[in-house]
């Protein structure tokens, strides 16, 4: 099991650049994958982006290509998401997930929650227009 904390949320105008950060302990960190998700109320838990488990690859989502940045530190055990030219759309709770299960896989498309077995308990990110 791999145990996952959040920070950096917080409320931004449009327009603002935010850094979201994920310290992870238990597993070996650099064995797996992770990814970032986020839920708007009313809404279902939606992929955001997801990098390999080495940091080389990684994938996003149409709705925040361009504009989000993830990142992996190994030596650190910490995922981060650099988020810039935030939309109120944005506004969501956010949350990093690991694929801990298997490790050193090389597919980055793991887009579906079903894809993850260890979760964080979310940051809140609130974009005012």
């Known amino acids: 099991q791999v145990q996952l904390v959040e920070s950096g949320g917080g409320l931004v105008q449009a327009g603002d650049s935010l850094r979201l950060s994920c310290a992870a302990s238990g597993r070996t960190f650099s064995t797996y994958a992770m990814g970032w998700f986020r839920q708007a109320p009313g809404k279902e838990r939606e992929f955001v982006a997801a990098i390999t488990w080495s940091g080389g690859r990684t994938y996003y989502a149409d709705s925040v290509k361009g504009r989000f940045t993830i990142s992996k530190d190994n030596a650190k055990a910490t995922l981060d998401l650099q988020m810039t030219g935030l939309k109120p759309e944005d506004t969501a709770v956010y949350y990093c997930?690991?694929?801990?299960?298997?490790?050193?896989?090389?597919?980055?498309?793991?887009?579906?929650?079903?894809?993850?077995?260890?979760w964080g308990r979310g940051t809140q990110v609130t974009v005012s227009s």
């Open positions: 997930a690991a694929d801990a299960t298997k490790p050193y896989l090389t597919v980055v498309t793991i887009t579906s929650p079903g894809d993850y077995d260890s």
